[in-house]
Nanobody, 123 residues
């Protein structure tokens, strides 16, 4: 079985940086898609960053493009999210997830999920 667990979520102020990490129980080289999602109160879950072993290496939501970086650390069995210049709108529960897709031009199916870690940005 695949188990995923996030940590690193805390309360920060606008403009600060934060790194989230997700520990994965298996070698991630065999997981085509690894990603970070978030869900703010009263909103739909959205993917903020993804990394892939096929096709494009990474992609990001427009709201975080240029500010954040996802890193897949296969040796450490960890995926990280480097969050820079945090905004109040980034406040959400953040989840790591993994799965696969049948082609680089097709959507991923995320089968494995972490429990989530809360990030709160404010003053």
């Amino acid at each position: 079985q695949v188990q995923m667990s996030e940590f690193g979520g805390v309360s920060v102020r606008t403009g600060q940086d934060l790194t989230l990490a997700c520990r994965v129980s298996v070698y991630m080289g065999n997981l085509t898609c690894v990603a970070w999602f978030r869900q703010a109160a009263g909103t739909e879950r959205e993917k903020v960053a993804g990394t892939y072993t096929d096709g494009h290496a990474t992609d990001y939501a427009d709201s975080v493009q240029g500010r954040w970086t996802i890193a897949r650390l296969n040796r450490e069995k960890t995926v990280k999210l480097f969050m820079r210049r945090l905004k109040a709108e980034d406040t959400a529960m953040y989840f790591c997830a993994a799965g696969r897709r049948d082609g680089s031009d097709l959507p991923c199916t995320y089968t494995y999920w972490g429990q989530g870690t809360q990030v709160t940005v404010g003053s």
